[in-house]
T-cell receptor, first 115, second 113 residues
Framework: AQKVTQAQTEISVVEKEDVTLDCVYE???????LFWYKQPPSGELVFLIR??????QNEISGRYSWNFQKSTSSFNFTITASQVVDSAVYFC????????????FGKGTKLTVNP | ETGVTQTPRHLVMGMTNKKSLKCEQH?????MYWYKQSAKKPLELMFV???????ENNSVPSRFSPECPNSSHLFLHLHTLQPEDSALYLC????????????FGPGTRLTVL
């Protein structure tokens, strides 16, 4: 069975601080995909990144960066110089290649960035 | 309109009412999904449609009835709901399941009185 754990339920930071959101996953599959989504108070889940299991390169997109480490089954997300608009619930998710179409989500981390 | 749209955004209904949620995707995708998001629970997949055919029914009670007339539209018909069905219902679409990125709509906030 697949599982995604986001141990941090809530994080509160002050604007301009860097913050890392942790994601640890479990799967027996060798080919799988990992995702991060952002859910602002409006409710919509906004896609941030998709990474396949064979690509362990870290990725940077503006103030966002992702650290994928298969050795520790982690896919952590860092926001540099956080802003108030980054306040949202962030979800990590996992799906395996082929078979079931179920995207398995973590419980989410609520990030509050205070001015 | 772009992306995935959902109507209504908010819905309040009694337990004896019948209502429908609508989802439309403008991305040219082949698969559509319904999810339920309750407070303090992980997102729950309810239904999956691939090329208009239902491929997943995640043990959802029969008071929820999905309909997918074409690859761009998805409905969720509701009847005789319970207060515990109050939640945010999210629609998503993807090009080709299962591993393609799912793009979500803004959701319908449902309250059952």
């Amino acid at each position: 069975a697949q599982k995604v754990t986001q141990a941090q339920t809530e994080i509160s930071v002050v604007e301009k601080e860097d913050v890392t959101l942790d994601c640890v996953y479990e799967t027996r599959d060798t080919t799988y995909y990992l995702f991060w989504y952002k859910q602002p108070p409006s409710g919509e889940l906004v896609f941030l990144i998709r990474r396949n299991s064979f690509d362990e390169q870290n990725e940077i997109s503006g103030r966002y960066s992702w650290n994928f480490q298969k050795s520790t089954s982690s896919f952590n997300f860092t926001i540099t110089a956080s802003q108030v608009v980054d306040s949202a619930v962030y979800f990590c998710a996992l799906i395996r290649q082929g078979g079931s179409e179920k995207l398995v989500f973590g419980k989410g981390t609520k990030l509050t960035v205070n001015p | 309109e772009t992306g995935v749209t959902q109507t209504p955004r908010h819905l309040v209904m009694g337990m004896t009412n019948k209502k429908s949620l609508k989802c439309e995707q403008h991305l040219g995708h082949n698969a559509m999904y319904w999810y339920k998001q309750s407070a303090k629970k992980p997102l729950e997949l309810m239904f999956v449609y691939n090329f208009k055919e239902q491929t997943e029914n995640n043990s959802v009670p029969s008071r929820f009835s999905p309909e997918c007339p074409n690859s761009s539209h998805l409905f969720l018909h509701l009847h005789t709901l319970q207060p515990e069905d109050s939640a945010l219902y999210l629609c998503a679409s993807s090009q080709d399941p299962p591993s393609d990125t799912q793009y979500f709509g803004p959701g319908t906030r449902l309250t059952v009185l």
